[in-house]
């Protein structure tokens, strides 16, 4: 993880977009996380928590199962927003098995409801 504080003010205008748009999906759909992801293209997927009686996905899960069945075959960034204090590694898992453009790592930026960015993790 890095410092937040420094980490915020290095964020591109890309990446604090999908921290809105996480944001934004948790706001508006009363769930526990709202998460984002880009992919190699820059095409944005938006999802909230899934939690029915017989599905149950967090919020990266569903943004990263939504690239994949949308033809995304790399991450470039992804975003959760929520009021863990961590990203579960179960998360980061779905992150690594996308991967990034090249190999390279995706960064997974973790903010809280107010959008304030808490940390950013290497996620693959």
């Known amino acids: 993880m890095t410092d ?35 992919d190699e293209t820059g095409r944005t997927y938006v999802a909230g928590t899934v939690a029915l009686d017989s599905l149950r996905l967090s919020a990266l899960q569903t943004a990263v199962a939504m690239a994949v069945a949308s033809g995304a075959v790399a991450l470039e960034a992804a975003a959760v927003v929520s009021e ?37 993790i290497a996620g693959s």
């Not at 921290?19 to 526990?32: D, F, H, Y």
């Not at 990203?87 to 304030?116: E, F, I, N, S, T």
């Open 84 to 120: 863990a204090e961590t990203v579960p590694d179960g998360d980061l898992a779905v992150v690594r098995d996308l991967g990034g453009p090249g190999g390279k790592d995706v960064p997974v930026h973790l903010a809280g409801p107010d959008g304030r960015l808490r940390a950013t």
């Open 4 to 38: 937040a504080a420094a980490s915020a003010d290095a964020l591109d205008p890309e990446d604090r977009k999908i921290i809105t748009l996480a944001r934004s999906a948790r706001a508006r759909n009363g769930v526990p996380e709202g998460a984002a992801v880009r």
